[in-house]
């Protein structure tokens, strides 16, 4: 209650008051509080100030007097937030609870490097029987297309980046968690994408909160590809906009759409949604034609090239590169770049907005200057060796043929992430452990991650596989559903 008097403006209130956590306490705590602009708040008498402070009863304290008489409102064992919490997990449909996995690291050996030689250690040494480590599965599932992530280079600079500016930045941007690197990061990027402006963020799931923030309102209706990333839907949700979807990578329904709101509502505010590479169906849009679109029904796009920079378009720049109309591009240093953070990138005046009003962007830590310096050392590998990109696009396609002659459903797309279609969990499950136990990482996706009936197997292909994995793969999975049983 007391942040929410000494935001600095309204505009950062309404951003707040999208939470539903404090949305909802402002009906009961701070019942009597209302959300004034700054210059209010300031003149009200203090006698009012404290009224609405002392108008929720303080939680009993642990081993304090239970006989207290608690008049006003009798405290409730668990605080309202964590009763909300229990409710909604109560409320949670059985099959989906069902299907919740495990966090157990299960693939975390496959992510370490599988030691060279035997290390002794004290309790080996004095016999004792500590169970055998787990034998490494060999990773087909992690977002490392480059393997970026432990690359000498790479991690050379984010060590020197560690030692010279400290673990993290300590401050957000405009505070003074500023490095020399952040800003060497933006300007790299924005040469490298031909983009005006870069604007770094902690996390692509931020970035998207932010894009989809800055660009729509409650005002506003969403246009979005049916299977966008759950990032760009709490946008949606933060920014209280309408949302409606178009089938997944069809420019004739989101024409349709585009039409039929413009006829309705002529000075309707639009916004268009979707992604460069759909990261669990391995799919590209045709993103030329989305593009052309929307810059004929002059309404901004939004594309989330997670998934593609490093990796598709030219030199690995992505699949909107060179699409001027697109409004905003949001990418991640979490996958091919092998780092962590993200950002957002557009012309001047979309970025001075957002530095303007985006929370998401001003009232957070800077990205860590380690990540960041490792994320600018990794876009210099992308551009000194565009050949790895385009191998591996080689390899992917090379799998997909493979995975077709051996019966599976051709993956969709020409991107390293192979989606083989399955449908059904059981299946897909199935096939996950089979893989596992011939020692590959690859997992089962499953509802409600994709929609009901279409579990899968997703492989992701990266540089650097040893050679063999395709046919390792292929012998641990057997002949597929399509196969003539003549040819089993
Ligand atoms: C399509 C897409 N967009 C955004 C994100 C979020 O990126 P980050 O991991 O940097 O938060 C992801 C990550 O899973 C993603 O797959």
Request: with cysteine; proline share 9%; glycine share 8%.
């Amino acid at each position: 209650m007391t942040c929410l008097q000494f935001l600095p403006d309204p505009l950062d209130q309404a951003w707040l008051l999208q939470d539903p956590c404090i949305r909802a306490t402002k009906g009961r705590a701070v019942a009597r509080c209302s959300i004034r602009s700054h210059a209010s708040i300031q003149t009200a008498p203090q006698s009012r100030r404290r009224d609405a402070l002392i108008s929720s009863p303080p939680a009993p304290v642990s081993g304090a007097d239970d006989t207290a008489d608690h008049t006003i409102e009798p405290a409730a064992a668990e605080p309202p937030w964590r009763q909300r919490l229990r409710a909604a997990l109560g409320d949670l449909p059985a099959v989906r609870r069902r299907r919740l996995r495990s966090l157990a690291p299960t693939g975390a050996a496959a992510l370490q490097p599988a030691p060279t030689e035997p290390q002794a250690t004290a309790d080996t040494r004095a016999g004792a029987a500590s169970p055998p480590p787990p034998s490494p599965l060999l990773d087909l599932a992690s977002n490392d297309y480059l393997g970026l992530s432990r690359d000498p280079a790479v991690l050379a600079a984010a060590a020197a980046e560690l030692h010279a500016s400290g673990l993290g930045a300590t401050a957000s941007r405009l505070i003074c968690g500023t490095r020399p690197v952040h800003l060497q990061l933006e300007q790299a990027l924005a040469a490298w994408l031909g983009r005006e402006r870069v604007l770094l963020f902690p996390s692509g799931f931020q970035a998207n909160l932010a894009a989809v923030c800055a660009l729509a309102d409650r005002h506003s209706l969403v246009l979005a590809d049916r299977l966008i990333h759950h990032s760009l839907l709490a946008g949606v949700r933060a920014c209280g906009a309408r949302i409606k979807r178009f089938a997944h990578n069809d420019p004739a329904d989101l024409e349709r759409l585009l039409l039929s709101e413009r006829r309705a509502r002529p000075e309707a505010r639009l916004l268009v949604l979707c992604e460069s590479l759909y990261s669990m169906e391995g799919s590209t849009p045709p993103l030329a034609a989305l593009a052309a679109l929307c810059e004929h029904h002059r309404v901004p796009l939004l594309v989330d090239e997670a998934h593609a920079l490093g990796v598709l378009g030219p030199g690995g720049r992505g699949l909107a590169h060179g699409i001027a109309s697109v409004a905003l591009v949001s990418g991640t240093f979490g996958k091919a770049f092998g780092s962590g953070g993200a950002f957002l990138a557009g012309d001047s005046l979309v970025g001075d907005w957002l530095l303007q009003s985006s929370g998401a962007f001003r009232y957070t830590t800077a990205l860590a200057p380690p990540l960041a310096a490792g994320a600018l050392a990794a876009l210099g590998r992308i551009q000194a060796d565009p050949e790895a990109a385009s191998a591996l696009l080689e390899r992917s396609s090379r799998w997909r043929d493979a995975l077709e002659a051996a019966g599976w459903p051709r993956p969709p797309g020409e991107g390293p992430i192979l989606s083989v279609r399955l449908g059904d969990d059981a299946a897909a499950l199935a096939a996950q452990e089979r893989l596992e136990a011939a020692g590959l990482l690859a997992l089962a996706i499953r509802p409600p991650t994709v929609p009901e009936g279409t579990a899968r197997l997703r492989l992701v292909l990266r540089t650097g596989l040893p050679s063999g994995t395709l046919e390792k793969l292929l012998v641990a999975l057997g002949p597929g559903p399509h196969l003539p049983s003549a040819s089993r």
